[in-house]
């Protein structure tokens, strides 16, 4: 049966082999990269919470909406700019090894040196060659110009839509004009908005650096960003007592050290200016990311609901809901690592056909991501019970806290699992059916929010997204386990 392909050679789960080497490389920097900016947001929820709960819970209102409206344009974007930039990449190495074999059989064996090329000498009786010097050319990925133009359009689109859309934004979460949160919660989503269009433009590019397996460029410009973003809060907020403003100054600020350092590597790498506006592909860009694009809506309005029904429980309810959701998604991301890893390398297996290779990877990434979440839940249950005060002195919002940390630690296992099943369907360019099914999983998961909520409180809220995450991961069992779609191989 196909699912057995999950559970295929995994007493080599922890080995030295070489898929283990070429998965650790790219999801070790991208797991750091992506853990980095949560951890971010945790700094600055700690800073933010020493200035009072009013201010914590309406910057985790701002931070929700600004984070959920990010998401309808990041992960189609950075999801599809992966696969397609591996896609080309791979179909770019096996032209250049065709022609390199074509010219060998003609007779002529250039030196193993990416720096020379073989040229004609003109004006001679007979064609002849000679070596000549050249510096490595930059590479033409046309899907990597396109994701700049689009990353740079919605990035403008969103930050205009959450300045003038603030206040009644805010409203459907649940602050309303005689809410205390409003003014600062206005305040900071405001001025975070303006650096949205750096946040589109670096997540475009992280997904071109992911295509090349290259997880490294990215972690050293989030590392960069979010060190600039840790040093600037206890300014702007203590020192020049700017509060939430401050801490959303220090945010833009590092958002845009990230996007310049990311174009002034990948400026090197890649030629961004394609032969013709037809190489750019835009029918096929467009179509996938509209399948993304009802994914990602589905998916986010579960975690959007979830934080208004929260916000409507009151301000205690709110901040604990808030710092409950970081550490949820600053431990779950990590296994998005993973599943960078396997997008990119099963991307390039398809592209070659190499389906031995795309059978072993999605067996190895799905064993390691279950193993992680389960490293996972031990660490989080050592530290989140200690850790609360961390975030918050408010006795009753610890109280609160407490309520969710099960939901958090029980979680890890399957959250893990679900972020790369997602990887895995993106590599295998199935983004129909992934847009297909978690447009139904979400559709039972918020009629599970809106029933729970209004029974259970905090509580039924969290075991509600606990029925969203074992969905998402059953959803990518089914794919899998019954061979179809471009998993047919299996059967086979």
């Known amino acids: 049966m196909p699912l057995r392909v999950l559970f295929s050679d995994a007493r080599n789960i922890f080995s030295k082999d070489e898929l283990n080497q070429e998965i650790t490389t790219i999801a070790l920097p991208a797991a750091l990269a992506l853990a980095a900016d949560p951890i971010a947001s945790l700094i600055d929820t700690a800073f933010i919470g020493h200035i009072g709960p009013v201010e914590l819970a309406a910057v985790g209102v701002a931070i929700a909406v600004f984070n959920q409206v990010s998401k309808i344009a990041i992960f189609p974007l950075v999801s599809i700019t992966t696969s397609f930039v591996a896609e080309e990449d791979a179909s770019g190495s096996l032209s250049n090894k065709v022609e390199e074999i074509e010219i060998i059989q003609r007779g002529f064996t250039p030196e193993d040196d990416e720096h020379d090329e073989l040229v004609p000498i003109l004006g001679t009786s007979n064609e002849t060659w000679k070596m000549e010097n050249r510096e490595p050319k930059r590479r033409h990925i046309p899907s990597a110009s396109l994701a700049l133009l689009i990353g740079a359009f919605l990035g403008l689109a969103q930050a205009l839509f959450l300045i003038f859309a603030a206040k009644p934004i805010l409203d459907y979460m649940g602050i309303n004009s005689d809410s205390p949160m409003l003014h600062p919660a206005r305040q900071y989503l405001t001025v975070r908005s303006l650096g949205a269009p750096a946040v589109l433009l670096s997540l475009a590019m ?287």
Request: include cysteine; charged fraction near 10%; proline fraction near 2%.
């Open 206 to 492: 992280q997904g071109v650096f992911r295509g090349f397996k290259d997880t490294k460029t990215p972690l050293y410009a989030t590392v960069v960003g979010d060190l600039v973003n840790v040093i600037l809060d206890p300014i702007f907020i203590y020192v020049l007592r700017m509060g939430v403003t401050g801490a959303a100054i220090a945010h833009v600020v590092s958002q845009y050290l990230m996007s310049l350092i990311l174009l002034w590597k990948l400026m090197g790498e890649v030629d961004l200016l394609p032969p013709s506006i037809t190489h750019l592909q835009f029918g096929r860009f467009l179509k996938n990311g509209f399948l993304l694009l009802l994914r990602v809506i589905a998916a986010t309005f579960c975690v959007t609901l979830s934080a208004s029904l929260a916000s409507r429980l009151g301000t205690t309810s709110m901040a604990a809901f808030q710092i409950c959701l970081q550490v949820w998604l600053a431990t779950s991301l990590l296994a998005d690592g993973l599943a960078v890893a396997g997008q990119a390398i099963l991307a390039s297996a398809f592209a070659r056909k190499d389906f031995v290779k795309a059978k072993s990877t999605v067996a190895r990434v799905l064993q390691l991501g279950l193993a992680l979440g389960l490293i996972l839940s031990v660490i989080v249950a050592s530290v989140l019970h200690f850790a609360s005060k961390l975030f918050t002195e408010d006795v009753n919002v610890i109280q609160m806290i407490s309520l969710g940390i099960p939901f958090v630690i029980g979680t890890q296992p399957i959250n893990s699992v679900a972020f790369v099943f997602d990887g895995v369907n993106y590599g295998a360019s199935d983004f129909s059916y992934s847009a297909y099914s978690m447009i139904l999983v979400s559709s039972v998961s918020i009629l599970c929010l809106i029933l729970l909520a209004s029974s259970y409180g905090f509580v039924g809220i969290w075991l509600a997204l606990s029925i969203f995450m074992t969905l998402r991961a059953l959803a990518g069992f089914w794919r899998i386990g019954t061979g179809t779609g471009p998993w047919s191989f299996l059967r086979e």
